[in-house]
């Protein structure tokens, strides 16, 4: 029957029941290390039998960092930064290490949570896009805690670089909505000072360059549906009304799609067709069937809980900049 005290079981008094050495328990509940199955299965069973439990605390101390990975994020209402934490959580999980999620949205109290998290003796730091500003990680790369940026900017030496290959999914944009016949294409994009966005216009710009034609755009829209709605205010209110637009996030296409067909009473697509960036679960209902780039979440979160792990075995590797492709989801905003 387990101890009820079964945090003050030692870890020989499991290799003594279960007739192995100290080693292979430690080997055992070290995830990724080599131990024989059936030694596994019977320092299982005796620990189960036990009620022995892994004391993190002291596996910190003897490693000199502990299992958590600090998670950095903002804007928790964009959808699809929302849908990187499963991903991250099950990576981390898989490498036995545990996230500690940070909000950024709050730059005053960010700078506090994130030297807060020196106290935890994180093994690594996950920056998602548009989160929080480089000067705040720097201490941790000097303290040789391992960082991985996601859809960032190639701007901090030392940090682990994952990235859809935005710049490539723009160019898809602006061959898409060539091919479909489009000749007054638009861009609404949330700024220049935005890493994604900024990678997904000049690709879309790129692209359209090509055939000889020079998009219109509103670069600085706010985030969100209400900043696709502005936008396609401003857009159609001059003489010139764009035929296509590309999006830079599907949330800022959802609110442009409202706005070509409720306010300005034209159909998508064969008015106007629409390609928004991100392809979250809002993309494919009923009411909009938005065509879409897809960007993989679970291989960024992958490659980035990789780079962390990677990077803690050896903090001098090399930092490449690892980008994901991106997929053309097809539905019934675009013409075939």
Not at 246 to 255: E, H, K, N, V
Not at 274 to 294: E, M, N
């Amino acid at each position: 029957m387990p101890k009820d005290d079964a945090h003050l079981i030692p870890a020989h008094d499991v290799a003594r029941h279960a007739g192995v050495s100290r080693s292979a328990v430690s080997r055992t509940f070290t995830p990724g290390a080599s131990v024989a199955p059936h030694t596994r299965d019977k320092v299982l069973a005796a620990a189960q039998a036990l009620g022995y439990q892994v004391n993190l605390i002291a596996r910190t101390m003897n490693k000199g960092y502990s299992n958590f990975v600090g998670v950095v994020t903002a804007g928790f209402e964009s959808p699809f930064r929302a849908s990187l934490l499963s991903p991250i959580t099950d990576a981390l999980n898989k490498q036995g290490l545990m996230p500690l999620l940070m909000n950024a949205d709050n730059p005053q109290q960010l700078e506090q949570s994130l030297h807060t998290l020196l106290s935890y003796q994180i093994a690594g730091v996950i920056l998602t896009s548009a989160s929080p500003p480089l000067s705040v990680v720097q201490h941790y790369l000097k303290h040789h805690i391992p960082v991985a940026m996601i859809n960032r900017g190639h701007e901090l030496e030392g940090a682990d670089i994952i990235g859809s290959d935005n710049r490539g999914g723009g160019r898809l944009a602006a061959q898409t909505l060539l091919a479909s016949g489009a000749r007054r294409p638009a861009f609404i994009g949330q700024g220049l000072h935005n890493f994604s966005s900024r990678e997904r216009w000049l690709g879309f710009s790129e692209g359209l360059a090509a055939a000889g034609i020079t998009p219109l755009a509103v670069q600085d829209a706010a985030p969100g549906y209400e900043g696709g709605l502005a936008a396609v205010r401003h857009l159609f209110s001059g003489a010139v009304r764009p035929d296509a637009l590309f999006c830079a996030t599907d949330m800022l296409a959802l609110g442009a799609m409202d706005g070509v067909r409720i306010e300005h009473h034209l159909a998508v697509p064969h008015d106007v067709q629409i390609i928004g960036f991100d392809d979250i679960p809002q993309a494919a209902h009923l009411a909009y069937r938005l065509t879409s780039l897809r960007q993989d979440s679970r291989e960024l979160a992958n490659s980035a809980v990789a780079a962390i792990v990677a990077r803690r075995k050896n903090f001098l590797l090399p930092t490449p900049h690892r980008s994901i492709p991106v997929t053309l989801v097809r539905r019934n905003s675009t013409l075939e």
